[in-house]
């Protein structure tokens, strides 16, 4: 099931990689993060290639609801309370420049963006968002209350970031990465120092960016711990009404929405990959209840990484691997993550210093409550006396009857009903 973006779009192809290369910096994954990498250090005069395991975007850059916003649900109190309000200041900072990067790529790039108010509702919790109202005066964020957000169902308020954006982001990333020097259908199969093999040949570089969705090298970096992944499902909509804005639950399995070219973009229904979940049946039913006028005219599927505390993983891969980095635990908010990952390891790529390096640093403490919960989660299902199983680390799978696959509900593999597999850490198809 193809979304509204990959329907709209003409990508261009890329032949694979044939042999062997030596490049200065090599970027493993195409999706947002990965091109917007390789498109940052070829406008610094870097050479460097980008290796895509199928094709460009495929997975979850092409499935996003495109939100460009430095309110990432309401997190900031969360940062406050756990790395401090200068931390936090600093998070929504580089955040927000990245909107503001939009902003001025866009202006030269056709790719219908369009300035936006973000709202973060709850139906439920008043007193988180006074909480997050606190935090953000504290940072100094210009954000305000909105007592009655024009949402089809009663709310106990929303808070508001003011001219964020949306956008269409495979117009945008096919309109930059054209002159890049890509390879689709190579995928890293293997990684040792300096070097990256592929099933037609081996890459030689003297920096490595794992831009992969999921850290895919296990013996590195404990990512198998600290991260786990969740999936969430969207409806595009025909005859629905234009929100004025953009909107988001502040709860993991609530909904949200935005408009795009006379569409209603309905998204909701999550749940962690490898567990049961409202789908699109939950989102259908919204839909008939709301909107009883409107027309499904598509529907798709994201899967998004989640870090143990609110803040993804940029920098160094693990403590023992100079020269090897990563980004991943977007928690859902990959536009303007992909933007600064990419800012932050252009930046290390080239020896350069960069302010937030601290800030995201993928060694930093993983003593959190979700890490309890990822260990359970894992303990629980790899003694599971079931088939099939993970090759990734070996963990039971799960039948997802709404999609058609099987999901691993301890660092979110998936696969066709054939083995095929369709999203990582797992890096090869499974024998079914």
Known sequence: MESVWSKTAEFPEFQPLEGDLKTGVLVIGGGITGIL???MLRRRGVDCALIEAGRLCGGTTGCTTAKITSQHGLIYHRLVKEFGVDAARLYWQVQEAAVGRYRELCRDVPCDFEEKDNFVYTPDHRAELEKELEALERIGAPARFVREPPLPFPTLGAVCFPRQGQFHPLKFLAAIV???PVYEHTRALEWEPGLVRTQRGTVRAERIIAATHFPFITNHGGYFLKLYQHRSYVLALEHGPDMGGMYVDASET????????????????????GKKGGGWR???DAARKYYPHVKIVYRWAAQDCMSLDGAPYVGQYGKSTPGLYTASGFNKW???GAMTAAELLTDLAIGRENLYTGIF?????????????????SA????TPTVPRCPHMG??????AQEHTWDCPCHGSRFAENGKVLDGPANGDKQM
């Open 395 to 400: 963990c039971a799978l799960k039948y997802n």
């Open 37 to 39: 990498c390789a498109w």
């Open 282 to 284: 939950e989102l259908e």
């Open 334 to 336: 990959g536009m303007t």
């Open 254 to 273: 609530g909904m949200s929405f935005r408009n795009y070219d006379g569409l209603l973009l309905l998204g909701g229904g999550g749940h962690r990959t």
């Open 178 to 180: 054209r002159e890049l």
């Open 380 to 383: 629980l299902n790899l003694l």
């Open 361 to 377: 640093d993928p060694s930093r403490t993983i003593l959190r409550p979700q890490l309890a919960a990822n260990m359970l989660e």
